[in-house]
């Protein structure tokens, strides 16, 4: 008859076609022992094994599918799943089966981890997750191109002033069809610019890619004057909310950041 000490000695292995074999021990040791802390104990050994990171993870995803055997007995001993949940580094299939697990016993616990969006997307490759974003980074990016892209706005000014003088003095002469069919095309583009282009994935450049406008953050945009309070008042300033949402390739899975 084994001992809980030495199933645990055996539970030490890495190998994941050994490791079954000591989990049975374990079930074997729970029902002919009279070990008041039996399920504990179990469920300690097992849990040792899920939440190191250095063992190997086939044998942590193992000890954690083999707690469902005794996880109604033990609801508080899983609370030391959360550590692996929360852990962004920690494999996304392990977290996985951990979430589930704690879903399935504890479901109280799985208060504190709604903040983990990756752990309840399941449409995601868990051996191979889309990087994370960095939401403020992203945000500096995006600022920075409208800076450069503000360079071009007296530029695009001039132009379609210009097409408007064209327009103007094309009147009534042979080619103002041309200039009609000119205007036509270039308010189709700009559709196309403000519709089609943002929705494009920019990692694997597929057209209608965008999916899930989840919104992760908000802030101030710039202060505006809307008038003022009577003659002489105050001005009044307005600042528009502009809100950050995390969006993702419906392809690749890559993740970027738009602002509304
Ligand atoms: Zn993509």
Redesign the pocket.
């Known amino acids: 008859m084994n001992d809980i000490d030495s199933i645990k000695a055996g539970l030490a292995t890495d190998d994941p076609t050994e490791f079954p074999k000591h989990v049975e021990e374990l079930y074997e040791w729970l029902k002919t022992t009279n070990d008041p802390w039996r399920n504990q104990r179990a469920a300690g050994a097992l849990l040792d094994v899920a939440c190191s990171k250095e063992r190997n993870l086939e044998v942590r995803l193992l000890a954690v599918n083999a707690l469902p055997v005794i996880g109604d007995k033990v609801p508080e001993e899983l609370k030391r799943l959360i550590g692996v949940c929360d852990e962004e580094d920690e494999p996304l299939r392990l977290r996985w089966a951990a979430v589930d697990l704690l879903q399935a016993f504890n479901p109280e616990l799985i208060k504190m981890l709604i903040y983990h969006k990756d752990l309840f997307d399941r449409t995601i490759d868990p051996d191979n997750p889309p990087p994370k974003l960095n939401v403020s980074d992203e945000i500096s990016k995006i600022a920075e191109k409208q800076k450069r892209e503000m360079k071009f706005y007296p530029l695009i000014a001039l132009m379609i002033f210009g097409g408007m003088m064209g327009t103007y003095f094309a009147f009534n002469t042979d080619y103002f069809r041309y200039v009609i069919a000119g205007w036509t095309a270039l308010v189709i583009v700009s559709i196309i610019l403000a519709v089609v282009m943002p929705r494009r994935?920019p990692?694997?450049r597929?057209f209608f890619?965008r999916v899930k406008l989840e919104c992760v953050d908000s802030y101030s945009g710039p202060s505006m004057p809307i008038g003022s309070l009577g003659t002489g008042g105050s001005p009044v300033h307005t600042s528009q909310r502009v809100n950050v949402y995390e969006v993702r390739?419906r392809?690749?899975k890559?993740p970027w950041v738009i602002l509304r």
């Open positions: 994935c990692k694997c597929r890619a390739c392809f690749c890559h």
